[in-house]
């Protein structure tokens, strides 16, 4: 949907390296959430972010982190790569704490070969 | 444990045809029920949302029901367009932080 901005639309990287998304909300939303899409499947919850602080976390390694920032974009950060994480990796803006009104970017095609 | 399931996994319909999708949940507490339609490599793009005490929706050519207690909904495409191709995802919120997925229906829609 428009409004929800992500970067980079695709990338490619090895094992073991680190990778950084980002995701900009539409303006006027205060939360953010991350969800996997392996390829087939259903997207997996990751993290939500409410007013900079972590609200929620889905069942991922350590390896996966985020943050969001004062102006409500946040980042998605996975360290040491596996191919597994190859996937499609969705950023949702909330209009409102109650779940209500998500919106999401068209996503980040993550590639680990 | 909370689940969302779709039925048909896969659908394919000629061009003008109507089609049903069926999802089945078991989120509980319930707080509302999205349909998506994702195409592929892309977000999902929001259809319809319904709460508890709504029963139907419609968007253009997509109507969506909802029966609460049976805890089933289904989403009718009405005169199917090429562009109705795509994945078509049934979404639960309890009231948790996070959205349960369904697996999707893939829709081809043939000419």
């Known amino acids: 949907d428009a409004g929800v901005t992500q970067s980079p639309t695709h990338l490619i990287k090895t094992r073991g390296q680190h990778v950084t998304l980002r995701c900009s909300p539409i303006?006027?939303?205060?939360?953010v959430s991350w969800y996997q899409q392996v390829l087939g499947q259903g997207p997996q919850f990751i993290f939500q972010y409410y007013e900079k602080e972590e609200r929620g976390r889905g069942n991922f390694p350590d390896r996966f982190s985020a943050r969001q920032f004062p102006n409500y974009s946040s980042e998605l950060n996975v360290n040491a790569l596996l191919l597994g994480d190859s996937a499609l990796y969705l950023c949702?803006?909330?209009?409102?704490?109650?779940?209500?009104?998500?919106?999401f970017g068209s996503g980040t095609r993550l590639t680990v070969v | 444990k909370n689940q969302v399931e779709q039925s048909p996994q896969s659908l394919i319909i000629l061009e003008g045809k109507n089609c049903t999708l069926q999802c089945n949940y078991t989120v509980s507490p319930f707080s509302n029920l999205r349909w998506y339609k994702q195409d592929t490599g892309r977000g999902p793009v929001s259809l319809t949302i319904?709460?508890?005490?709504?029963n139907t929706k419609s968007n253009g050519r997509y109507t969506a029901t909802l029966d609460a207690d049976t805890k089933q909904s289904s989403l009718h495409i009405t005169a199917s367009q090429l562009s109705d191709s795509a994945s078509y995802i049934c979404?639960?919120?309890?009231?948790?932080?996070?959205?349960?997925f369904g697996t999707g229906t893939r829709l081809q829609v043939f000419p």
């Open positions: 979404v639960v919120s309890g009231n948790t932080d996070k959205l349960i």
């Open positions: 949702a803006s909330i209009r409102s704490w109650q779940n209500y009104g998500y919106t």
């Open positions: 319904m709460t508890f005490s709504e």
């Open positions: 303006s006027g939303h205060k939360s």
